[in-house]
């Protein structure tokens, strides 16, 4: 079966703009969760969704919202684009969330100039 | 709160040989999952193995084997007769149990970065 499909792959933004990326997870995962992974910071967790709710939070500004879709595809956005959030961006996929396996996309990597 | 650490951040081996990623833990939860991946310079995150914190048995898959330590909080990863396509970033992560309020949550070490040498 497909795997976890992020895209765009590939992103080139300017300060102060807006982005939004997507994820689709396995066919029947119910349970998508974002992270966020640069240099300096490793990889941290941004928000998971459940069944199109948001079930838990990271520590990130309110400039970082998602949101999850009937057919639990998710998408992510950042508005007012700051040169601190280029990163890439990952997206993982589970079946309900506390499962023993969670895969991940190939990540979107965002550059902002 | 959960944490991680991989306290070896480079590794090298040669080509057919063991080698063990280490991974600590800390976590006042009695139900907890710790997961193993690997990511190349691709930067695609590849789930590897898995081990609950009530599972008695070590778990493997292929090459790939965890060391469960519970009492000590360490859970290595063991990669038997390594090949040059092992080379690449391991992380090492956690998340609660089920019944929890962090669900998919997983919180991650810093990585370690594997060399494999011919």
């Known amino acids: 079966k497909a795997g976890v499909t992020q895209t765009p792959r590939y992103l080139i933004k300017t300060r102060g703009q807006q982005v939004t990326l997507s994820c689709s997870p396995i066919s029947g995962h119910r349970s998508v969760s974002w992270y966020q992974q640069t240099p300096g910071q490793g990889l941290q967790f941004l928000f998971e969704y459940f069944s199109e709710t948001q079930r838990n939070k990271g520590n990130f500004p309110g400039r970082f919202s998602g949101r999850q879709f009937s057919n639990s595809r998710s998408e992510m956005n950042v508005s007012t684009l700051e040169l601190g959030d280029s990163a890439l961006y990952l997206c993982?996929?589970?079946?309900?969330?506390?499962?023993?396996?969670?895969?991940f996309g190939q990540g979107t990597r965002l550059t902002v100039v | 709160a959960q944490k991680i650490t991989q306290t070896q951040p480079g590794m090298f081996v040669q080509e057919k040989e063991a080698v063990t990623l280490d991974c600590t833990y800390d976590?006042?939860?009695?139900?907890?999952?710790l997961f193993w991946y690997k990511q190349p310079s691709s930067g695609e995150m590849i789930f590897l193995i898995y081990q609950g914190s009530y599972d008695e048995q070590n778990a493997t898959e292929g090459r790939y084997s965890l060391n469960f330590q519970k009492a000590r909080k360490s859970a290595n990863l063991v990669i038997s007769a390594s090949q040059l396509g092992d080379s690449a970033m391991y992380f090492c992560?956690?998340?609660?149990?089920?019944?929890?309020?962090?669900?998919?949550?997983?919180?991650f070490g810093q990585g370690t970065i594997l060399t494999v040498h011919p």
């Open positions: 992560a956690m998340r609660k149990g089920a019944g929890g309020t962090s669900y998919g949550k997983l919180t």
């Open positions: 993982a996929s589970s079946f309900r969330g506390a499962d023993t396996e969670a895969f």
């Open positions: 976590t006042s939860d009695q139900s907890y999952g």
